[in-house]
């Protein structure tokens, strides 16, 4: 593996491999980091979430790409001490699996929303191993992980993950940072995206830390947030 940079960053430890960076954002969840070059948004830095507890853990989206996903596995594994139970592509799109070749040849199991694995197929990309349809709960260690769809918006297939014991969030691309734009709608169902962030806020009342697709993870303000901006007109 390339090399390893350890830093501080105030009290919370930023792991970086050569394409993949892994900041602590609770006691046992980290961000992961990893960039897509796109046409239309320039380099973009996308987010999903290793979950852990005692020696295993969880991640929500892969990496954009199977380089930076090996590098993430390692990085879980060496940094973390932590053997992954399973991956979650949270939609479709390549921010979410473009890695996800990765984590199969590793032997790491793969669930995915059922609307997920069709759309995968019909774009010849790597499909998840398992389809659920509205929830699925794992266990991580000794702690449930919850994986819910509640409705369309970014994709018709976006769910979100939380980890209720330390109250923590992953929207994934349907949950906006705060002041950040629509972004790309190609997939989008926009009539919807309000009503469905509405049914997360709902389903998560205790919620205390909110991770987005993209950008800096806040509080439920980042729901807040994403409700107005699609309940304005487009």
Known sequence: MKRLLFLLFGYIPLVQAQDVLLKQLSENTFIHTSFLQTNDFGHVPCNGLVVRNGSQALIFDTPTDNQSAKQLIRLVQDSLHCTIVAVIPTHFHTDCLGGLQAFHEAGIMSYANQ?????AKKSGVEVPKKGFRNSLTLVVGREKVLIKFLGQGHTRDNVVGYFPSEQVLFGGCLIKELGASKGYLGDANVKEWA????????????????????????????????????????
């Open 115 to 119: 609307l997920t694995l069709e759309f």
């Open 195 to 234: 009503s469905t962030v509405n049914q997360v806020k709902k389903a998560f009342r205790q919620v205390k830390i909110v991770v987005p697709g993209h950008g800096e993870a806040g509080d439920s303000r980042l729901l807040d947030y994403t409700q107005q901006l699609f309940t304005k007109q487009f």
